[in-house]
């Protein structure tokens, strides 16, 4: 199954399920065309934090230069990251480079801390796409990347979360900018598989209902220009869609 979080015409924000074939979300007997002006797709649940992990594919920390971590390379973004399928990101001004980077995000279902691998899908609602928007500028001048990664709508989350059984173990992970593909990985890449990474986070902080953890991207991050429209597939979930602006 798919779910998406959606304000309907009325104004009211509904839980309803979500076709990826037809892009269509529906609740309470009505249906709905993703593109509809009249509604507003939002992100797909309501993280009170959003869980990152660093260099978590080999290809891309060859290709930034670093080493492959030894456990899992670990940081926050916070609520006022997300930005939702659809919506037109708009990016810190005067940065040297905003990157993007093409995630499969783990959205958690119920309150945890302490799980062991062996049961760590027993707390997960099901993945969803993200784009890790990184601006690489103050990443690189900073420990905490506060500036780097948690500015306003850093997190491009959605379209939908689709349960765990949608999402093949060897999932594609792409990234299109105006069309042409960017990244194409795959969730078999894994450094540290998503039982490892609940397993380590948990052991350090309590992840709540709706929580995200976003594993990582492929090889392939490259610097967005103003004007540019972005798709993040995730294979067995469906394509994010946002637009940029940099000022």
């Known amino acids: 199954m798919h779910y998406a979080r959606f304000r309907d015409p009325a104004g009211s924000v509904r839980n309803g399920t979500f076709d990826p074939d037809a892009e269509t979300v529906s609740f309470g007997g009505a249906s709905y ?86 049961d760590a899908m027993d707390v997960v609602a099901g993945f969803t796409c993200m784009n890790d928007l990184s601006n690489r500028e103050d990443q690189r001048q900073e420990q905490n990347w506060v500036r780097g990664k948690a500015f306003d709508n850093a997190a491009p989350l959605g379209p939908c979360v689709a349960t765990p059984e949608e999402v093949p173990d060897d999932a594609a992970v792409r990234l299109r900018v105006n069309g042409e593909t ?13 039982p490892t990474l609940i397993e380590e986070i948990t052991a350090y902080l309590t992840l709540e209902p709706g929580d995200v953890i976003a594993t990582g991207t492929p090889e392939g991050v490259g610097a967005l220009a103003d004007g540019d429209s972005v798709e993040i597939e995730v294979e067995g979930v469906g394509t994010l869609e946002h637009d940029v602006v940099v000022p």
């Open 182 to 194: 960017k990244q194409d990985g795959s969730r078999a890449q894994f450094i540290f598989d998503v």
């Open 33 to 118: 065309e993703v593109e509809d002006s009249d509604i507003d797709v939002l992100p797909p649940c309501e993280p009170s934090k959003i869980v990152c992990v660093g260099r978590n594919y080999a290809d891309h920390a060859e290709e930034m230069g670093s080493d492959v971590p030894d456990r899992p390379l670990l940081f926050l973004k916070p609520p006022n990251a997300l930005a939702a399928h659809g919506d037109t990101v708009t990016a810190p001004a005067d940065k040297e480079r905003i990157d993007w980077e093409a995630e499969l995000a783990v959205v958690i279902d119920n309150q945890c801390r302490n799980v062991d691998a062996a």
